[in-house]
């Protein structure tokens, strides 16, 4: 009776074991494919959005953009250099959550580009004579077309296009 038992229930039991193992794979499967297409509906949309305000913020901070929301008329040479900072810094920090959904190497990208156009406009506009109007430190930003600043912020731009790509 026991070699019965046996005969019959340790096939059964191998075959109760591979029936187990073989749905605890399936099911596995089937929950972390749900997973990952779970969070990609949700973070693609996320570092879209990510990588457009960036975007958004390397076309404001270009020196010809950050001149047009300035009243020149009204400001001297020294609040110009003084909006010209504090507008970068408050975009910057307006957008640091967004380093979250960027990679690594795009938001140090997008750092130097906003560290190197304050650097770049206040290096020249402290080449102008004293007394100097912000029209005139305006229009010397405007006529130099060789400040770096403006290759990093291209740059930049293009490595957005490039992570967009390898997501979308």
């Known amino acids: 009776m026991l070699k019965e038992l046996m005969v019959v229930g340790i096939p059964a039991l191998l075959v109760l074991t591979v029936l ?7 099911l596995n499967r089937h929950f972390n494919f749900a997973r990952t297409k779970s969070t990609q509906e949700i973070s693609l949309p996320l570092r879209l959005q990510a990588y457009e305000r960036m975007a958004l913020f390397l076309e404001r901070i270009k020196p010809e953009n950050l001149l ?12 110009l250099q003084s909006h010209i900072v504090s507008d970068i ?5 307006h957008n640091a959550a967004q380093q979250i959904y960027v990679e690594t190497e795009t938001w140090k990208l997008i750092e130097l580009a906003a560290n190197s156009t304050i650097n770049d406009l206040h290096n020249l506009l402290q080449q102008l004579p004293a007394g100097s109007s912000a029209k005139e430190g305006s229009l010397q930003i405007l006529k130099n077309n ?10 930049c731009l293009d490595k957005i296009r490039e992570d967009v790509k390898l997501y979308f």
């Open 68 to 79: 047009t929301r300035l009243p020149l008329d009204k400001i001297t040479l020294a609040d």
């Open 20 to 26: 187990f193992l073989i749905y605890n794979y399936f």
């Open 146 to 155: 060789e400040l770096s600043c403006k290759s990093l912020i291209i740059n």
């Open 89 to 93: 810094r408050n975009e910057l920090h």
